[in-house]
Nanobody, 123 residues
Framework: VQLQASGGGLVQAGGSLRLSCAVS????????MGWFRQAPGKEREFVAA????????WYADSVKGRFTISRDNAKNTIDLQMNNLKPEDTAVYYC?????????????????WGQGTLVTVSS
């Protein structure tokens, strides 16, 4: 599975960005998909995830109500709509994929990763 993340950039606090992750190599609807982020000097952390069917979503408390994850299995893409961005959202954002396991929030359980896209939120 190959993942390609895009959509990062520089935005002012309160603004919005939409990240996309294109998936190739396998049928997307077999995979749970997640977004993680890593800020400078910090460990990678869970942001959001969506089940293979799109019927279940999970969010970190820090982004709940501001970020929305979605998927289009026909187009083999997942998106992360980020609204009301804050400076603390500044990080490299990664999309990831997994087929098995019930643990959603641990990066160790995702075997497939994209290259990351940088999001910078200015105050």
């Amino acid at each position: 599975v190959q993942l390609q993340a895009s959509g990062g950039g520089l935005v002012q606090a309160g603004g919005s960005l939409r990240l996309s992750c294109a998936v190739s190599g396998r049928t997307l609807n077999l995979y749970t998909m997640g977004w993680f982020r890593q800020a400078p000097g910090k460990e990678r952390e869970f942001v959001a995830a969506i089940s293979w069917s799109g019927g279940s979503t999970w969010y970190a408390d820090s982004v709940k109500g501001r970020f929305t994850i979605s998927r289009d299995n026909a187009k083999n893409t997942i998106d992360l709509q980020m609204n009301n961005l804050k400076p603390e959202d500044t990080a490299v954002y990664y999309c990831a994929a997994k087929r098995y396991g019930v643990v959603i929030t641990s990066s160790d359980t995702y075997p497939y990763w994209g290259q990351g896209t940088l999001v910078t939120v200015s105050s």
